[in-house]
């Protein structure tokens, strides 16, 4: 999910809010100004407002503080992180990698959790502290609510069920008992898209013989975590399938590759009308990759313009293309394939253009390792090469 509102950057990681988060705000607001009136009377609309507001904006600031530690851990075990957006249904952090080994998995997934229990416990402690300096009773409700909330919160992420937390922490447990990160990722997915279909049915439940809106809302979260974990058992599947692959099996070999000085009108004639391929390798007249030309940045010069603009000034900069070598894992070129402006990579054995990589030739790979396993290969799609957040 894409940030609409760029917040900035906390501990060299970019946060950036959905604009889905406001209805957190509205619910929250609208619940407290109705509630508070009523276990703390005695004060006026305006401070009732003005105290759920208080009460959201901190609310977040804990969920955000609960996704910042997950990424913080992450860079520590040496997980990319790319970035963290807030929403509708709480935070996510976006991690470009996985973890090596079933204790950072662990201490990953931990973190998130641990964050919001310690941060129940300093409103908690907040709230006492309130109370013996006598402070209004609004006030010290804001304090209780945001304890009783991020306790709440830790407690709903260490369900067993992916993508909650407490899945992740299921994962790593399969997975140092079992050896097996895949299977343990399917058994934890698995377990995540029931949790989704009992919440689906409670907030059912709830909507048919108790008449209350909260069914609604638990049903929108029971359909993120069935959509989720559907598509993080799909990742699993598809890494099990290609554990063992390397690039250089997949790669399209010796690619043809283009003069960077032609013309894109006499590339267009001489070179794809000829030889039919979707994107070629711009060289220069040494020899040298200075990056990658699609049909897609073809379509996008003007007619009138493609006898005056050459190749090179169209072409992705090789800098931005991803890059790996015949023997790296596919596993590991793909969430830069998935991120990669013209979706494809170039393979270079030392120095030398040994390959590209597209995702056909993953797609093709997939298909192939299952018709030899047996197990169906799967469909491959962008938005399961990703860990999920």
Partial sequence: MSSTFKLGTIAGIRVGAHWSVLGILIILIIALGRNW???????????????ALVAALLFLASLLAHELAHAVVARREGVEVEDITLWLLGGLASLRSEARTPGADLRIAAAGPLTSVLAGALFGGLAWLLVTVDAP????????????????????????????????ILRAALWAWKGDRYRAA????RAGRGFGIALILLGVWQLLFVGTGGGLWWILIGLFVVSVAGAE??????GDTLADVKVAEVMTA????????LSVHDFLHDVVLVRRHSAFPVVD????????VTLNRLRAVPTEERRTTTVRAIACPVADVPRAAPDTPLLDLLPGLRDAPDGRALVFDGERLAGIVTPTDVSRAVTLRGLVTGSGGGTLRPGVWGPAG
Avoid at 186 to 189: E, G, I, L, Q, Y
Avoid at 233 to 238: G, M, N, P, V
Avoid at 285 to 292: I, Q, S, Y
């Fill in 186 to 189: 399917v058994w934890s997915a």
């Fill in 233 to 238: 058992e799909r990742q699993a599947q598809l």
């Fill in 285 to 292: 007249a040494a020899g040298r990759v200075e990056g990658l």
């Fill in 254 to 261: 010796d690619p043809d590759v283009t003069d960077a000085s």
């Fill in 137 to 168: 009773a609004l006030v010290v409700m804001v304090a209780v609510y945001l304890a009783m909330l991020n306790v709440v919160l830790a407690a709903f992420n260490l369900v067993p069920a992916a993508p909650l937390d407490g899945g992740r």
């Fill in 37 to 51: 009136p009523v276990l703390v009377p005695g004060y006026s609309a305006g401070a009732y407002v003005a105290a």
